[in-house]
């Protein structure tokens, strides 16, 4: 079974620092693209920082120049380093991956459960 298992979340003031963590895990032949959306109470999914399956990054608008997406491709972990951190990045952080599970599959679409970011004073 493959999961995708989200860390770092938390309580933090305004113009802070988090640092999230997820970690891919299970039978996985490679992986094409990960990285971070968020979900805030009323509002639609977003993509907030991605590695796409060509190796580039791709950043929210709101979110450039704050956040970084970095990974570590030996160990299926990929990081969001989020600095200067605004009320309105209050959300539901979920990691995502697009996975090949063998040489010939298809690619998989997962997701983590999700972590909670509050940005309060």
């Known amino acids: 079974q493959v999961q995708l298992v989200e860390s770092g979340g938390g309580l933090v003031q305004p113009g802070g620092s988090l640092r999230l963590s997820c970690v891919a895990s299970g039978n996985i032949f490679s992986i094409n693209a990960m990285g971070w959306y968020r979900q805030a109470p009323g509002k639609q999914r977003e993509l907030v920082a991605a590695?796409?399956?060509?190796?580039?990054?791709n950043y929210a608008d709101s979110v450039k120049g704050r956040f970084t997406i970095s990974r570590d491709n030996t160990k299926n972990t990929v990081y969001l380093q989020m600095n200067s951190l605004k009320p309105e990045d209050t959300a539901v952080y979920y990691c995502?991956?697009?996975?090949?599970?063998?040489?010939?599959?298809?690619?998989?679409?997962?997701w983590g459960q999700g972590t909670q970011v509050t940005v309060s004073s």
């Open positions: 995502n991956a697009l996975l090949l599970l063998t040489g010939r599959s298809p690619v998989y679409d997962y």
């Open positions: 590695f796409t399956s060509g190796g580039s990054t």
